[in-house]
């Protein structure tokens, strides 16, 4: 039986065999010598609209199965269980004080991009233009702007929801821009510039160096519910002592029945 | 994947051009051999345990069923289910089943099997440590087997791809354990796992499907490091007697009769509503009527620091081992020691 080596190595052999064979051919065809066409200009990359492999916009619900105890409740203070957080992370967070945290207007704090996807909430994600994905969460009544193609962060005062930059992950290399897009392939967003906040509600923090990186998939299943899994990695040379990597569970409504808003709570 | 499809491509058209039935076989097989593998999973893979730290390593509280849709039926197993039952020399060799391999506390390695002639993936081979049933996937087409045939502690896995991500349907799955403080799935449970990987990351994300012990399908996911240098210890289950018992006895407790199943909220603060678990209990609005009338407790007081936090490690009563002051310790120390069997 012919290997796997020997199979390709034929099948090249007869391709270049079959095209140089055609392409002489057709230039036999023809009355004139055609004169080779200028090359196309280079279409450009399609907008982030366009080119996403997966739906990702409708109305999810984050659904609690892990770690509940520490999302569907503010733990007691000095609960750090499973935070790869450093002594200097501890000590600010054996400080935690809610009732200053909201003398102070900072009850918003635990809503933060990094603490705000962890909250029992529901995302209502939307194209805002062709290149701008709006991600609302009821929760905290935040909303986060996903920016695709060439956009440059603003700069500015970090803010509690950062500036995030956002690619779509497809595996597929050197597809040109009118080619269709994949069916399959992930987006990845990066968030920088955020005003420090917590990680866990009971003033666990995270400090204005923290880069937010995550990467969402949708997972299909066999009974037609679709999930989104997005998978979190927190940086934070400050407080942490190593990434804090988790995954979020959100399943898709069939609408946006169950959208309630709601203002922060520091407690 | 570009030279993958390229090459694909090429045995495609091997198989156009070919004309004979055996080419068109031999070539159709290098297709699907060159396809049929999105990316490598091979590996070991470090458990970073950043999340259900201690559902996944110490073990949870008894009568902690917080964030499971379980129904009635699971309850009262939970209720009855004793920890020191996995002492007796009969059962401290059962097998956890697959789904303990990616969702308990050890690390994961990844195999891949390969065909000889085609290279084409036959299978992935996923080992966790001592007790956990190996984890097959059957990646070359066979169908699952006759409702019929045997459950195992493995169960049945078969794969495919989507894109990047790994598909994977188990059936045929003994009845087992989920949480080691005895909350159960059936032996009509099946599960779909679905394997990213993102850079040095994989996420595996397993919905549990059980009619008999579960209100809705149970998700979760964990998300590992490849990691050359994490260990996977192939560490054989030698019975033998630990705690003398009278023959025939069962540790566990009659309906009503445990005493621990109030330590749990107690001690968070937590209606015992909510300790019971529920499909309702996990979703947001469930959490919005809570907190009217939730109050934090003071002062954490059990498993403070976790395994993966600090420089410094807990002493799993409250205080962190470091230059501050100790945590104020508990009014009443916890009684009901978590379970213990890995």
């Known amino acids: 039986m012919p290997t796997l080596g020997r199979v390709l190595r034929a099948g090249a052999v007869l391709g270049i065999a079959v095209i140089t064979f055609s392409t002489v051919a057709a230039q036999g065809r023809g009355a004139a010598p055609q004169t080779p066409a200028a090359p196309a200009a280079p279409a450009p990359p399609p907008t982030g609209k366009a080119g996403a492999p997966v739906d990702l916009t409708g109305t999810w619900v984050s659904v609690i199965t892990e770690d509940w105890r520490w999302r569907m409740v503010t733990p007691p203070k000095g609960d750090y269980a499973s935070l790869p957080i450093n002594m200097d992370a501890k000590k600010a967070a054996d400080t935690w004080d809610p009732a200053k945290d909201e003398a102070a207007g900072e009850a918003c704090k635990g809503y933060g991009a990094p603490g705000l996807m962890r909250q029992p909430t529901r995302l209502r994600v939307a194209w805002q233009d062709d290149n701008t994905l709006k991600v609302e969460a009821d929760a905290g009544t935040q909303t986060r702007l996903l920016h695709f193609g060439e956009w440059k962060a603003p700069g500015g005062a970090p803010t509690l929801q950062g500036d995030t930059t956002a690619s779509w992950e497809t595996g597929a290399r050197g597809r040109g821009g009118n080619a269709p897009p994949p069916m399959f392939g992930n987006l990845k967003s990066v968030t920088k510039n955020l005003k420090p906040g917590y990680l866990r509600k009971n003033g666990v923090p995270y400090s204005d160096k923290t880069t937010l990186t995550e990467y969402w998939d949708l997972l299909r299943q066999p009974n037609g519910e679709q999930w989104m899994v997005i998978t979190t990695v927190v940086e934070d040379p400050t407080y942490l002592a190593r990434t804090w990597i988790t995954s979020l569970n959100f399943k898709k409504e069939a609408n946006g029945s169950k959208w309630d808003p709601s203002p922060c709570s520091a407690r | 994947m570009q030279m993958t499809s390229t090459a694909a491509a090429i045995a495609a058209l091997a198989l156009a051009i070919a004309g004979t039935r055996d080419a068109s076989a031999q070539a159709l097989q290098a297709a699907a051999a060159l396809q049929g593998t999105a990316i490598d999973l091979s590996g070991t893979w470090a458990n970073r345990l950043h999340e259900d730290w201690i559902e996944r390593a110490p073990g949870p509280h008894i009568g902690d069923y917080t964030g499971l849709p379980i129904n009635d039926e699971a309850r009262a197993v939970a209720d009855a289910y004793q920890v020191s039952m996995q002492n007796m020399p009969e059962r401290q060799c059962i097998l956890y089943t697959t789904q303990y391999i990616v969702m308990g506390p050890q690390n994961l390695r990844i195999q891949q099997e390969l065909d000889p002639i085609s290279g084409a993936v036959v299978a992935f081979h996923m080992s ?215």
């Open chain 2, 128 to 342: 966790g440590t001592v007790d956990r049933a190996t984890h097959d996937v059957w990646m070359d087409g066979r169908p699952h087997p006759s409702p019929n045939a045997p459950h195992t502690a493995g169960g049945f896995s078969t794969g495919k791809w989507e894109g990047r991500m790994l598909t994977v349907t188990t059936t045929h799955l003994k009845s087992g354990l989920v949480w080691r403080n005895g909350v159960p799935h059936s032996d009509q449970a099946t599960m779909v796992e679905h394997y990213a990987r993102h850079e040095n990351m994989l996420t595996v994300t397993m919905i549990l499907t059980d009619p008999v012990y579960w209100e809705e399908p149970f998700i979760r996911s964990a998300t590992f490091e490849i990691d050359p240098n994490t260990r996977v210890l192939p560490e054989p289950c030698e019975p033998q007697v630990e705690i003398p018992r009278t023959p025939g006895e069962v540790p566990h407790y009659l309906p009503g009769t445990n005493p621990y199943l109030a330590e749990f909220p107690k001690m968070f603060n937590l209606p015992a509503e909510a300790a019971r678990g529920g499909a309702k209990t996990t979703y947001p609005e469930y959490g919005k009527a809570l907190r009217s009338t939730y109050k934090s407790p003071d002062r954490c007081t059990v498993y403070c620091c976790g395994g993966t936090t600090l420089t410094v490690m807990n002493n799993n009563q409250g205080a962190c081992r470091s230059d501050d002051p100790p945590a104020t310790p508990p009014a009443t120390p916890p009684a009901a020691p978590p379970a213990k069997r890995e």
